[in-house]
């Protein structure tokens, strides 16, 4: 094995693995992509071994297996019922809490000769190290202008606007086209729908 390859978990002898890896199914990463969030919350994980708080963490998705963001787990929610609805179900453990420190959602990077045994798989660190190093530096960031332009029909100005919002969470990103261009370049406006560019203009489809 050489040292770029990444290894497989090394907790088969029963020792506490110092780092983690999530693999997310893929409705959930597509949420994700649509609306910004800075934790991801996980139920329904099963197994003795639960991260601790500050442990690095990778997110990944399946099929084929790309890492889509880094991560530290932060503390986690209070205990769950088995049955919500009774008081004397058995408790199991709550949410797994992981505080996003990088992301490429829209980027994600191919990774290879990793073994996931799940949702939750603990990981040596040297190979959580290996993953993160694959993403390179942070990209510089920069001012965009965003917008949504709905026509709206109301009787005065505050309705339209409560008309506008009540569109916005009704139909929310997967319906609703936003615009998005560079800071003092308009010209470069691009269209999104669900989270990727989507092209507006009829006539160009023809």
Known sequence: MTDTELRTSGT????????????????RYEAERLVHHDTLELTGLDGAARPR???????????????????????ATGETREDPDDPQSEAGPGALVVTYTRRVLDEPVPVTGLALAGPLTGLDPAV??????????PPVRRPWLVSLDLPIEAASPAEAVRLFWSYVQELGPRELPAYVSPYGDELAMQAFVLGVAANQDPEEDD
Do not use: C, S
């Open 12 to 27: 088969i002898d029963g020792t506490m693995p110092g780092a983690w890896a999530v693999l997310l199914p893929a409705e």
């Open 53 to 75: 708080p500050g442990e690095p963490v990778a997110v990944l998705v399946d099929e084929p297996l790309r890492l889509v963001a880094l991560g530290r787990v932060a503390l």
């Open 128 to 137: 959580w190290q290996a993953l993160a190093d694959r993403l390179g530096p």
